[in-house]
């Protein structure tokens, strides 16, 4: 097993674990430094404990934008190989190379990591009858499930994740990432409970341009898991991140749902809420978790999910997590805690804490709030 | 023949010094067991008539009364047993089939009492279902594949009809006739007031009953007794029987002296005459005849009600349920061996059929292998003893429970399972008016309500110690449970792990 090869036990057994999130957004799509969400991380040290750091960066690939980025962990060269075969089978890759890092004492034992900037090969992509993005996603899931040694983490376009074991901090030097710029950018530091750590365990969890990183252990996963597993989806890592990343995939691109309408499933209202809304809304609400009543989320979690041209922020229906958003001009901060919004912007215009199961929402200036 | 005399299985202990020879014991007992001795003012029984039902020990205001289990006994052997002894006796006396009642009460494995219950602790937080909101509906029915918009971009309501539960528990079939008027008024009344359903099996509505068809699942069975159009309409959903649990493969029969009155006008046929159920669908011989019959009943209902498939669970019960799962119908319940009855051949109750947990589990599984578990809900049933089995059923993957005996316990059964007599000391399964009468619907439905709200306490307990707030997100989440003492091969059927791992 791919995971073992790695040296840990992620995949096989369940980890829960505690962790700290962060996020900025840009609404005018101006390019901000990948430092900044570093050191917004930087001030929630303690809600991690070193086994996993990570974040994801928007707009970071503007001259391969139109390209899907694949960022992959290999255990060793002989995986490389045998996934690349793959690779060029499947894709045109237009660019390669090593993903850039800078060396640190906290921060070892690292995998070979590369990044591939490619297109669908068109002749397979027309044989697959596929759309473009579940050709990609297949591969993906096709590299990460038979591929032993080698894990997509990433595979959006003009984004990208970085996840290490590491603290948060670390992490972010290890990738250098002061030397990237994006409109939007998420952080994630991990707390789990047992378990050596894992590379591909870390957080954000990616799938094609969707990035979560997420706060919390739901009570809710093998509900979840098993019924998006119908969907031709997954589960190698069980954890949350995983299985939610899928459901908002499910639900946006193939239920085609908008952003606020996946907020109404997983952090669905209560009936006793429900109740309470005039006919149509309340018909609108009591259809969604009657329809998609196996993906409703239970348990703490506040994630943020970041999209090309948004960012969505989200606490369980009973907000067991803390998260806070604020707002400075164009730009929108969310994060576990204050501090770390200050820590990116010290004087707000407005700050606050948004209620379990209301999602914040939002998207560049002129974008729609669907993702796609 | 002396070999058929059987010594009394149970002995009456009557404590004389208590005996204030009121006689009640004399007037409530159906079977006849006590008589008063004028002569010398004493009380006698014949223990060879009692079926240890409790009515009068209930009953008796001085707690002079106790039923003791007989010490006389054959001599030991571990093949032989007492039971099989003395089956060969009255078989070899009559020559005909053994009957028996209720459900399977032999020592096959419980898997529900090897199964428990996750709990939250530290790393995600418990809920106190007396402080937080704790939800139990459920709906049933097919869940729509793609949503659907209207020209404005508003979602439209494509959703097939539906059951609306305010808990996961519904009261399964046990037609009027198998049990009384008043049985069944009381369940008619007690699904009302909990926002659930019960369901009329195989004997028709009374007409009297039609009002309370917003909660009512109306029966379809291979005799069709009692099915007419105003029927299919009267209730909320159609379920077509296929089986039961407690007798797989088999038909019924509900005997001539049973079919008198009401019985005979709700059921269509003439007084006197045996309703028997042939044991196949004589229409269905195959999965796509049961789609033929899923449909007839929807186009004659407009297809305004979701149709219920209800069958046994049999060996196949996994690739069984994948078919029906294709046959237009919306919900599947299925029925385990210990499921209960009012009548049915003990070699085929003891014998027949497998687990409900295991059941439960493969179908669930089988049907999510094909990506099909979303076309229709699963009811599990036969049996489900209390609200601890009720969380499992669900964590395994049931959208809702059947229960039956245990509604049947509540109002008064004691299981004595002796159904098929007709002379239920406790009103319930008898048509004898001296005896339908002790049945008071006020106090029955009552007690149904009370026990359910109980267990849905109780499932709010179970859910809140777990950190789910919302039954939808138990079902079928395995990861609640933990088997002990099972085997790989069971635990990979349940699809759990083992205790500590």
Redesign the interface.
């Known amino acids: 097993m791919l995971k073992e090869n790695l040296n840990g036990k992620e995949g096989q057994i369940?980890i829960?674990?505690?962790c700290a999130i962060a996020g900025l957004f840009s609404r005018s799509g101006k390019s901000v430094s990948g430092e900044t969400i570093v050191n917004a991380m930087t001030v929630m040290h303690d809600r991690s404990n070193g086994l996993g750091g990570g974040f994801a960066g928007y707009g970071i690939y503007p001259q391969y934008k139109d390209l899907y980025a694949l960022h992959v962990f290999y255990n060793n060269v002989s995986a490389k190989e045998e996934c690349e075969k793959y690779i060029d089978k499947a894709f045109e890759v237009i660019n390669l190379s090593r993903i850039p890092i800078r060396k640190t004492p906290r921060i070892t034992d690292e995998p070979l990591i590369w990044r591939y900037f490619v297109a669908p090969h068109h002749n397979k992509l027309m044989d697959s009858q596929l759309d473009e993005d579940e050709y990609v996603v297949r591969a993906v899931i096709r590299i990460n499930t038979s591929f032993d040694g080698s894990y997509v983490f990433s595979s959006g376009k003009n984004m990208g994740s970085f996840k290490a074991v590491g603290f948060p901090e670390d992490v972010g030097t290890f990738y250098r990432l002061d030397e990237y710029e994006g409109y939007c950018w998420t952080g994630h530091g991990r707390y789990p409970?047992n378990t050596p750590g894992w590379w591909g365990g870390a957080h954000p969890f990616s799938m094609l341009d969707y990035s979560i990183v997420h706060n919390?252990?739901i009570?809710?996963?093998?509900?979840?898991r098993?019924?998006i597993?119908?969907?031709g989806y997954k589960c190698t890592l069980l954890t949350d991140t995983e299985v939610i990343t899928y459901i908002v995939d499910f639900l946006t691109r193939k239920?085609?749902?908008t952003l606020t309408?996946v907020a109404d499933i997983i952090a669905?209202p209560?009936?006793?809420t429900i109740e309470s809304k005039p006919p149509k809304e309340r018909?609108?609400l009591t259809?969604?978790?009657?329809?998609?009543?196996?993906l409703?989320?239970?348990?703490?979690f506040s994630i943020l999910l970041g999209f090309s041209g948004g960012m969505m922020a989200l606490n369980d229906?009973?907000k067991?997590r803390s998260m806070v958003v604020a707002e400075k001009g164009d730009m929108v901060y969310a994060a576990s805690e204050e501090a770390a919004i200050r820590m990116m912007e010290p004087e707000l215009d407005r700050i606050w804490s948004p209620m379990g199961g209301e999602p914040v929402i939002v998207t560049l200036e002129g974008g729609a709030e669907q993702c796609r | 023949m002396p070999v058929d005399f059987m010594y009394p299985e149970y002995e009456i202990a009557r404590n004389d010094s208590r005996c204030i020879r009121c006689r009640v014991c004399e007037r409530q007992c159906a079977n006849e067991v006590h008589s008063y001795e004028e002569s010398g003012n004493f009380m006698l029984s014949d223990e060879s008539k009692c079926v240890n039902c409790h009515r009068c020990v209930s009953l008796c205001p001085t707690r002079a009364l106790k039923i003791v289990k007989s010490d006389h006994c054959f001599k030991e052997n571990a093949n032989w047993n007492q039971a099989a002894i003395k089956e060969i006796y009255k078989q070899s006396g009559s020559g005909g089939v053994l009957l028996s009642s209720m459900g399977n009460p032999e020592r096959y494995p419980v898997y529900w009492d090897k199964m428990l219950i996750n709990a939250s602790q530290v790393t995600n937080p418990s809920i106190d279902p007396l402080r937080e909101p704790m939800e139990t509906k459920v709906f049933l029915g097919k869940k729509p594949e793609r949503i659907e918009r209207g020209p404005d971009g508003s979602l439209r309501n494509n959703l097939t009809p539906q059951l609306e539960l305010a808990m996961p528990v519904m009261f399964s079939a046990m037609s009027y006739g198998s049990i009384s008027y008043n049985a069944h008024e009381s369940l008619a009344r007690a699904s009302r007031e909990l926002g659930i359903f019960y369901n009329t099996g195989e004997g028709g509505l009374h007409e009297d009953f039609y009002q309370y068809g917003e909660n009512t699942i109306v029966q379809v069975a291979s005799g069709r007794f009692g099915v007419h159009r105003e029927y299919l309409e009267a209730g909320a959903a159609i379920e077509i029987k296929m089986g039961q649990g407690a007798k797989p493969g088999i038909g019924g029969h509900l005997p001539g002296e049973k079919i008198v009155g009401d019985i005979s006008k709700t059921r269509m046929i003439p007084e006197g005459s045996d309703a028997i159920s042939p044991a196949p669908h004589h229409d269905i011989y195959s999965i796509e005849d049961l789609r033929q019959l899923v449909f007839s009943l929807k186009e004659a209902t407009q297809y305004k009600k979701p149709v219920i498939v209800k069958v046994a669970a049999v060996h196949n019960i996994a690739a069984i349920a994948s078919g029906i799962a294709r046959s237009g119908a919306d919900i599947i319940a299925i029925d385990g061996f210990r499921g209960g009855t009012g009548a049915a051949p003990t070699r085929i109750r003891d014998n027949v059929g497998i687990p409900i947990e295991l059941a439960l589990a493969s179908v669930d599984a089988r049907l999510r292998d094909e990506g099909i578990r979303n076309n229709v809900s699963l009811v599990a049933g036969g049996s489900i003893r209390n609200s601890a089995d009720v969380v499992k059923a669900i964590a395994l993957g049931a959208d809702a429970v059947y229960i039956a005996t245990g509604a049947l316990l509540a109002l008064g059964c004691h299981l004595c399972r002796s159904c098929q007599s007709g002379k239920c000391n406790w009103g319930i399964a008898t048509q004898r008016p001296e005896l339908v009468k002790r049945l008071n619907p006020d106090m029955g439905f009552r007690r149904l309500v009370n026990l359910l709200t109980a267990w849905n306490h109780e499932i709010k307990e179970l859910m809140g110690g777990m950190g789910i707030n919302s039954i939808e997100a138990l079902k079928g989440n395995r990861l609640m449970l933990r088997g002990t003492g099972l085997n790989e091969n069971e635990l990979g059927i349940l699809g759990i792990s083992h205790a500590g791992e």
């Open positions: 369940r829960p674990s505690g409970t919390g252990e009570s809710s996963y093998d509900a979840n098993r019924f597993e119908m969907y239920q085609a749902l309408e669905a209560f009936w006793s018909e609108r259809y969604l978790r009657n329809a998609f009543s196996s409703l989320i239970t348990g703490p229906r009973l067991l």
